[in-house]
């Protein structure tokens, strides 16, 4: 992951088969499924990797159960065998989730699949027992034959209060089914990327890289340095999500317009009696105006979304005053009793779903299938294949899709599949992760909660990161040695990349200006900033907090003279 490196193999060899745009989840996918093949393909993002709605998921690896009133079988099908795969090639990431609906109805919904049908744009009405029992039985049929969950049970009302007696007393019942949460999606993107980087010496990827349409073609501009590059690919692979529209018109690329996208955004909330009241199972209910809506335990607190808003701008989207207003007001119909306080609110998120352009007035009715298209060369750029729509569950097939469309353009063929192939610290996964963190903690002078630690974090790679042993940073459960090894071998360019992709500081609640200063100076010293360029930094990361995700770290007491010594 040496740009320096990179940037020279793609001065000296601008000639490349493919070039991906879009260093999402789903560009990062079929990245990988082309270098597994040593086909010749490079990998840019404008900004850093899993930055943009690959960051901003409600953090479920799902079927899709509402997607089944859509009829959207096919979908929901592949979404579960999708699902199931991740189980199995990234445990260290990803993992079972005990789901229940609570329900207030029994016949209700019952003709929302009707109305779809017949193209009527009402919203869909709450739905019932009868619908949710015939959702789940189709759950459970999809994956009869390689059942790793159990089946779905009901609870009738006086069991579920019993169960959760925080939840809303008119509930009539409740249905409790299991789907699976990611924990760490950015890592286990930027996973993939490592992997597909060590399989092929002719694949490269570059974050905070730009391109553009040039006079001679395409120009990759270096956004740290201003260096621009010229690029000559025989495909190019559009895979920025709800910004694909935008790239075509940068690159050149005639198309029409390809993308509606929503907003979803999130909040984390710091409350233990919610956390406590939740059993440790996701609750998936529906707010009173039909949108569905979910929160569930995630890592220590509670991750509670999401909105489903129509965006024009998707460099522009936050999590907005209403929405957060909405949220709550949501978790107030499904828990009444439990009061959320301001300051229970420790980060705030928001991701445009790359949804296909639809006319649909209700946007939970706009199809979360994916697919590809081709637009033809023109004006001297060659062919570009769009990936269009997708959600995070389906990544790997997505990508299967695109590669091999791609394969197919080029003259290709596929050698390597992707179905069971282990994703970074997920390879050679312990079944008996005491054993296992008991032997690392033993072999490195650790203790057994920091090896357990380092196995959630990063799978069996743990291994890598237990030699550094450095003392832990103050205020927080990494150690200096660990910031140290993410800085300098995971193409790390700012703090944002360090606290909101390659840890879960941010997320968790875990920041305080302590913890920014002490991080800064392993980065600055990596970096050889001066104390100016650290300061600039320092600023530009506590604007992006306050702006972004709603964090105001307001005791700025230190001063220049302090960032100078700490940056020196």
């Known amino acids: 992951m040496n740009r320096n490196d990179t940037l020279a193999a793609l001065r000296e060899r601008p000639d490349i088969a493919v070039l991906v745009i879009g260093g999402g989840i789903n560009g990062i996918s079929v990245f990988r499924e082309l270098a597994l093949q040593g086909v010749d393909v490079v990998l840019a993002d404008k900004g850093d990797y899993c930055s943009g709605a690959s960051a901003a998921l409600s953090r479920m690896v799902h079927g899709g159960?509402?997607?089944?009133?859509?009829?959207?079988?096919?979908?929901?099908?592949?979404?579960?065998?999708?699902?199931?795969?991740?189980?199995?090639?990234?445990?260290?990431?990803?993992?079972?989730?005990?789901?229940?609906?609570?329900?207030?109805?029994t016949f209700s919904g019952i003709a929302n699949g009707a109305v779809r049908f017949l193209g009527l744009t009402r919203n869909p009405s709450r739905r019932g027992a009868l619908v949710i029992k015939a959702g789940l039985t189709m759950?459970?049929?999809?994956?009869?034959?390689?059942?790793?969950?159990?089946?779905?049970?009901?609870?009738?009302?006086?069991?579920?209060?019993?169960?959760?007696?925080?939840?809303?007393?008119?509930?009539?019942?409740?249905?409790?089914?299991?789907?699976?949460?990611?924990?760490?999606?950015?890592?286990?993107?930027?996973?993939?990327?490592?992997?597909?980087?060590?399989?092929?010496?002719?694949?490269?990827?570059?974050?905070?890289?730009?391109?553009?349409?040039?006079?001679?073609?395409?120009?990759?501009?270096?956004?740290?340095?201003?260096e621009v590059l010229q690029l000559r690919p025989k495909l190019i692979i559009n895979a920025t999500g709800g910004w694909i529209d935008l790239t075509n018109k940068a690159i050149g690329a005639a198309a029409p317009r390809m993308m509606g996208g929503t907003k979803g955004s999130h909040l984390i909330v710091d409350n233990a009696e919610l956390h406590d009241a939740l059993g440790g199972h996701m609750v998936y209910y529906e707010n009173e105006d039909g949108r569905i809506c979910i929160l569930f335990p995630y890592l220590g607190k509670v991750l509670i979304g999401s909105t489903d808003i129509r965006v024009d701008d998707p460099d522009q989207v936050r999590c907005e005053d209403d929405e957060r207003s909405y949220i709550l007001q949501s978790l107030a119909f499904v828990f009444p009793t439990i009061v959320i306080a301001e300051e229970d609110i420790v980060f705030r998120f928001a991701g445009v779903r790359p949804l296909p352009a639809s006319d649909d007035s209700f946007t939970g009715r706009i199809p979360r299938d994916h697919f590809c298209e081709f637009v033809e060369p023109s004006g001297g750029l060659p062919a570009t294949l769009c990936m269009i729509g997708g959600k995070w569950t389906t990544f790997r097939s997505f990508g299967e899709m695109a590669a091999d469309m791609a394969l197919e353009r080029?003259?290709?063929?596929?050698?390597?599949?992707?179905?069971?192939?282990?994703?970074?610290?997920?390879?050679?996964?312990?079944?008996?992760?005491?054993?296992?963190?008991?032997?690392?903690?033993?072999?490195?002078?650790?203790?057994?909660?920091?090896?357990?630690?380092?196995?959630?974090?990063y799978g069996t790679s743990a291994v890598d990161f237990a030699a550094a042993s450095d003392p832990m940073l103050v205020g927080s459960d990494y150690s200096t040695g660990e910031i140290r090894m993410i800085v300098e071998r995971e193409q790390v360019e700012c703090l944002a990349d360090i606290f909101l992709r390659r840890t879960t500081i941010a997320i968790s609640g875990g920041l305080n200006l302590q913890l920014i200063e002490a991080v800064l100076a392993i980065l600055a010293n990596h970096k050889g900033w001066s104390a100016a360029e650290a300061a600039a930094e320092r600023s530009a990361f506590l604007a992006l907090l306050a702006h972004q995700h709603g964090i105001a770290l307001s005791d700025l007491s230190q001063t220049n003279d302090k960032r100078s010594a700490l940056c020196a």
């Open 410 to 457: 080029l003259g290709l063929t596929r050698h390597t599949g992707t179905q069971d192939l282990a994703i970074g610290g997920g390879r050679e996964f312990p079944a008996a992760s005491d054993a296992w963190c008991a032997k690392l903690a033993e072999q490195h002078g650790l203790n057994i909660e920091r090896a357990h630690a380092l196995l959630e974090r």
């Open 139 to 226: 759950y459970d049929l999809f994956t009869a034959a390689r059942r790793l969950m159990p089946k779905h049970r009901f609870r009738g009302r006086a069991e579920t209060l019993k169960t959760w007696p925080a939840i809303n007393s008119d509930i009539r019942s409740s249905a409790t089914y299991y789907d699976a949460w990611v924990s760490r999606p950015e890592r286990l993107g930027l996973e993939m990327l490592f992997d597909a980087l060590a399989s092929s010496p002719t694949a490269h990827a570059l974050n905070y890289a730009a391109v553009a349409a040039s006079n001679d073609g395409l120009a990759l501009t270096d956004s740290l340095t201003g």
């Open 65 to 105: 159960l509402r997607y089944l009133e859509n009829g959207e079988f096919k979908l929901v099908r592949e979404s579960l065998v999708e699902r199931d795969r991740l189980l199995k090639n990234a445990p260290h990431y990803v993992a079972p989730l005990p789901t229940t609906v609570p329900i207030f109805d």
